[in-house]
């Protein structure tokens, strides 16, 4: 899996790539740990279209990210495409406690109305 992250325009975008599992879930975690340490109040952009898989450990990290955007009264938005993720988060019903949208443009458009 790969990660990068980057800030702009008020808010970090956390690009992901790859299967989100097990044994890649500790390097979100790291760049989301950057992201909390960026800004106040944090707002988040995390884009999952290169995500093929995500398994229990992936979205546990995901809920834990909602939680402390949360917590920091920040915003974090999820960037997804129709597929295994979008249908993990809508039997799972976190499709209604998660910010999404289709791209990282819209994602910073709607962080930067709000603000």
């Given at each position: ?58 979205l546990g ?34 499709d209604r ?19």
């Amino acid at each position: 899996m790969e990660v990068r992250s980057w800030h702009e325009e008020g808010c970090t975008v956390v690009q992901v790539r790859g299967e989100l599992d097990v044994s890649s879930a500790p390097r979100l975690n790291a760049a989301l740990e950057n992201a909390w340490s960026g800004a106040d109040p944090p707002h988040v952009v995390i884009d999952l279209i290169g995500v093929p898989f995500c398994d229990s450990v992936g979205l546990g990290e995901l809920v834990a990210a909602h939680n402390r955007a949360r917590q920091a009264s920040g915003r974090l938005v999820l960037v997804l495409e129709p597929g295994m993720i979008t249908h993990l988060f809508t039997i799972t019903n976190l499709d209604r406690h998660f910010e999404t949208s289709a791209s990282v443009d819209a994602a910073r458009a709607a962080l930067t109305a709000a603000a």
